[in-house]
């Protein structure tokens, strides 16, 4: 996966049941600095949808959303990019 | 074997396939008022209520079906409740989630049902009955004619009246104050959206609603008068397997069907797979699975059977055990998630 955007921490929530993946995002961009780029691998549908949205609404920047395998996905998320 | 209990198959395959669509479970609805703060589960379940609600109220008046409501055993109702939302937060669905998501292929779920099923048949039959049925005995009330208690007999209005007035206004109400700006904006076909794509929660309830609608008229017709529930369907697919007597009627029939309507679902939008998180979280889906069992059986239903098919039906019973599975899940997020979160 080449893309151009640096990651800085990774937070791998595949298997995960509900809201853990969502929880777990939201506490850990929280901790982070701001402009700091948290990537989350996530395959529960919902998450999937939720996250990027709840982060948006709590001001981070959602940079990419990107489909894996199967369910299966990769969220770029840019912390506290509005704040 | 009357062959009018196969019309489970079809309700049961389109049941799950828009639980899996929508993702529609309870425990995010009710979990993220106070949670994450998003409502659009919850504006799903609300409009699925109305939708059944209305349905209920025609066909009851047509005389195509009769309402019936679950007893009013207040102690049963509101322990039975509580335990399950507690239950239902520690395995992460509620009912309807833990099914479809076992349809989806991820293992917690599957464990939570296997938990469910053995606590509610040591509920129902094993060793918890004999509390289970003195709390029931004990704190049983009816109308002077033995008839289960719903706004509507309570008041000594129709039902079909109350039902409607209730389902108008409140229809009408959130029209006018439900704030607009969610939009869609995207331009793909509808077989892309209704397949490939999550639903939104508007498309969500009125499915789910006319499905409720589908499922009490079916059922009726082969003597069940009653429409959506989980855990008895569990629960008499289990018996049938262990005790080899054929259980198999509408119910059973119908929530199996679900579980392959949601696989069908996932496999079609291309998000099946078989996953899992660590044993530790397996076993507290078990144990929340086991708790939600003994919770639905002592309530008299899960969350299914109150909420979705009992409040439509204006039953009081429902609509305690129903309160008691939300406040449940709210004590039970509030030690597990707003505690830790509390700052963000």
Known sequence: ?83 | MDPLIFTAIPVGLVFGFALSRGRFCMNSAFRDIIVLKDYALLKAVGLAILVSMIGFAIMDRTGVISVSPVTFWWGANMLGGFIFGIGMVLAGGCASGITYRTGEGMVSAMVAVVGLTFFGLMTSTGVFSPFINYLRSATTITLADGANLTLANVFGIPYYILALAIAGVALILWAIFARRGEKESESVSLGEKIFRRGWGWTSTGIVIGLIGILAFYTSTLTGRSYPLAITGGYLSTAKTLIMGQNLMTWLPIMVMSTIVGAFLAAIISGEFKFRSPGPKTLIQCFFGGCLMGFGAVCSGGCNITHILSGVPQLALSSMLGGAFIILGCWATAWFMFLRPMRGL
């Open chain 1, 1 to 83: 996966m080449s893309d151009e955007i640096k990651v800085d921490k990774t937070l791998d929530v595949r298997g995960e049941i509900c809201p853990n993946p969502d929880v777990r995002t939201l506490t850990t961009l929280e901790k982070m600095e701001k402009g700091q780029v948290l990537e989350v691998l996530v395959d529960y549908p919902l998450s999937v949808e939720r996250i990027p949205k709840n982060a948006e609404n709590r001001k981070h920047k959602v940079l990419k959303v990107e489909k894996v395998d199967g369910p299966e996905h990769r969220i770029l998320i840019e912390a506290k990019a509005n704040k």
